[in-house]
């Protein structure tokens, strides 16, 4: 433990880049055979039934949210998966009932501007802590690490107070403008990444002449595109799904400023008989629906970067 | 002129001893260009992080004016109100009971999905899709859906317990039912925690298997023997993770309860994110939340210095050296 290489010897298994396997002294072949298959019919007929079984049981909210938001007022809590009445006319009208298209589009700006300043600040970030060597490299990249098991109640407030005397208050700059400094996760997620990248790149550009912004500018950016997707889509995702910020940011200005979270949260109240609503919930149905949807699109489009995030997370610990 | 010229050598030589090794090391240029690239986060630390936990501390020995934006000094006031406020040991009681219900029935629902799709081949993709697919619905989304499924009357869940010759309980209105519904929103969500076991079980040497099937070891047997302590680092690590977010739990209690005036059962449903959230947003006594939040800091911190203890003796780390 006399010299130890910064950078190396801190992340023990996940630090190794994917190049390294295949020096592992006992080479394993790469796609190795399942490790146990049921090999009794029974077996392989009780395995598909549960994955089905479990498959129905993920995928009924969904239908029912897509059925009840096609249904008449009177019907939306029959729980019939294909509605008596059909009213696609709903999807029309919600429009009018709800300022949806203003959420959404609150949404859309404020996760787009989320999602890409956290992505660059944290690869800029990530990469000063993969390449430069400098003191105290180990203790603050500890510190990055440290920061993302605290919880966020305790600087809850003082943000608060931050943005409201830097008079941000009622704007939507909260719910984006930490995001110019990093995240710890993404840090991390990036570094691992850059670490995988072969030194000798960074040494060869040197010697022709690239300044240290030009390594990380022509060099590391292009071949860190897939970490950057990772953090951009989480980071959509989590922007599209924060619910407190919007609440104590925005809660007091007008309704059209909501985003897609206070929205749903809004006209769920917004039609609840206890608050003299007429009981619409079709529309909060439809609502709910619609913003599932970019989602699922997203999921669409890069579900091998959002698996590949979450396995990622596994193995911080 | 040698004793003078002796003890310089001397003076410089004992730094000296230090330096060459620290500029061999450090490049100057290289680390000063290290900390430009870093200086994003240096800030956001000192400012968002370090700062402001420096300043909550404070805070919550303040008395705050929000309109005046003044503090006053006071005292260990704060604390003492939140140990005279039977809320915030009930809201404590309930929070922790819903972390002990909810975690292990998470760890277990997904170690029990991934080791299903561990055993599948290509068209396990097709199921990891659909199982990941509740983990991308906004929480909103799901919460709105499931307010209507777990209505005691008319929702589809109770009719389907119906079917089953089972009287489902009034889910969001009967107080010993309402962490059971929230447990039941969360395991519909637990993709993310199925994902890194199913990660996890992808590194598990198929070796060990068929020697323990040589030795006669069943599943059952070699599921306990060698996949959960193979794991075990991954279970390890979901079981810190879920634990620290289910006691900070806090849009699906706020959206299925506390979004307006009509909670049925404000005692059973009371969280401790959720009362926090109250009293620094609602009534803006910011010295007494920053109290809460920093003796929910202090919980959170023993209760995974516990884990950490604990899980060290039976946690086995790949590679350990």
Redesign the interface.
């Known amino acids: 433990m006399s010299v130890t290489q910064p950078g190396t010897g801190t992340m023990p298994v996940a630090a190794q880049p994917a190049g390294v396997a295949l020096a592992d002294p006992a080479p394993r072949r790469r796609r190795p055979k399942r490790w146990y298959r049921p090999t009794s019919t029974v077996g392989r007929v009780l395995l598909w039934v549960l994955l089905v079984l479990f498959s129905l049981l993920f995928l009924y909210p969904f239908i029912w949210l897509l059925a009840a938001s096609v249904k008449p007022k009177g019907q939306v809590f029959d729980n019939r998966l294909i509605p008596e009445t059909f009213k696609p006319g709903n999807y029309a009208e919600v429009w009018q009932q709800l300022p949806l298209l203003h959420w959404m589009g609150n949404s859309i700006l404020i996760a787009l501007l989320a999602a890409a300043l956290v992505a660059i600040s944290s690869s800029v970030v990530a990469f000063g802590f993969a390449y430069f060597k400098f003191p105290g490299r180990t203790f603050l990249f500890g510190l990055v690490l440290a920061t993302m098991m605290l919880p966020g109640a305790v600087t809850l407030i003082p943000q608060y107070l931050i943005w409201k005397n830097l008079g941000f208050l009622g704007t939507n700059v909260p719910l984006w403008g930490a995001n110019l400094f990093g995240s710890a996760f993404y840090i991390f997620l990036q570094r691992q990444f850059f670490l995988g990248l072969p030194r000798e790149l960074f040494e060869a550009a040197r010697v022709d002449g690239a300044s240290y912004f030009g390594l990380f500018r022509r060099i590391a950016m292009p071949l860190a595109i897939p970490s950057f997707i990772i953090v951009f889509l989480f980071e959509f995702q989590a922007s599209w799904n924060n619910l407190q910020a919007a609440l104590i940011y925005l809660n007091a200005g007008g309704v059209e400023d909501f985003t897609v979270p206070l929205g749903i949260a809004y006209s769920m109240t917004k039609y609840a008989p206890g608050n003299g609503g007429q009981g619409d919930y079709q529309y909060v149905m439809v609502a709910a629906l619609l913003v599932t949807l970019p989602m699922l699109v997203l999921f669409a489009f890069g579900q091998r970067y959002f698996i590949e995030g979450v396995a990622t997370q596994g193995r911080k610990g | 002129m040698a004793t003078l010229v002796r003890p310089r050598s001397v003076g410089t030589g004992a730094p000296a001893a230090e330096r060459p090794i620290?500029q061999r090391?450090?490049?100057k240029r290289?680390?000063?260009?290290?900390?430009?690239?870093?200086s994003?986060?240096?800030?956001?630390?000192a400012?968002?992080?370090l700062?402001?936990?420096v300043?909550?501390l404070y805070?919550s020995f303040s008395y705050y004016n929000l309109a005046k934006?003044t503090t006053r000094p006071a005292g260990l006031d704060n604390y003492r109100a939140m140990v005279d406020d039977p809320k915030v040991a009930l809201a404590l009681k309930n929070t922790l009971f819903f972390a002990v219900m909810a975690v292990p029935l998470e760890i277990i629902f997904a170690l029990l999905?991934a080791s299903?799709?561990?055993?599948?081949?290509r068209s396990a993709g097709v199921?990891?899709?659909?199982?990941?697919?509740?983990k991308?619905?906004?929480?909103?989304?799901?919460?709105?859906?499931?307010?209507?499924?777990l209505?005691g009357n008319?929702?589809?869940i109770n009719?389907g317990l119906g079917l089953l010759g089972i009287e489902g309980p009034q889910w969001l209105i009967d107080p010993s039912w309402v962490k059971p519904s929230i447990v039941l929103m969360t395991l519909?969500g637990v993709?993310?925690t199925m994902?890194?076991?199913?990660?996890?079980l992808k590194n598990?040497p198929?070796e060990l298997?068929e020697v323990a099937s040589l030795d006669g070891a069943g599943?059952v047997r070699?599921f306990f023997t060698i996949t959960v302590p193979m794991i075990s680092?991954?279970i390890?690590?979901?079981v810190?993770?879920l634990t620290?977010a289910a006691?900070?739990v806090?849009?699906q209690a706020?959206?299925l309860f506390w979004?307006?005036q009509?909670n049925a059962s404000p005692e059973s449903s009371l969280f401790y994110?959720v009362y926090?959230?109250q009293q620094?947003?609602r009534q803006f006594d910011?010295g007494f939340?920053?109290a809460?939040?920093?003796l929910?800091?202090v919980i959170?911190m023993a209760i995974?210095a516990v884990q950490v203890r604990f899980g060290n003796r039976f946690v086995y780390?790949?590679?350990d050296r």
């Open positions: 620290k090391r450090y490049n290289e680390a000063l260009a290290g900390y430009l690239f870093i994003p986060w240096l800030v956001g630390f400012v968002f992080t700062g402001a936990m300043y909550s805070i934006n999905l299903l799709l561990n055993r599948l081949g199921f990891r899709t659909l199982y990941y697919l509740p991308m619905t906004p929480s909103v989304a799901t919460a709105a859906v499931f307010f209507l499924l209505n008319t929702g589809a009719r519909w993709s993310g994902v890194i076991f199913l990660a996890a598990v198929r298997y599943p070699q680092s991954a390890f690590f979901n810190i993770v620290i006691l900070q806090f849009d706020f959206l979004r307006d009509n994110g926090l959230f620094a947003f910011f939340a920053a809460m939040a920093w929910l800091f959170i995974t780390y790949e590679g």
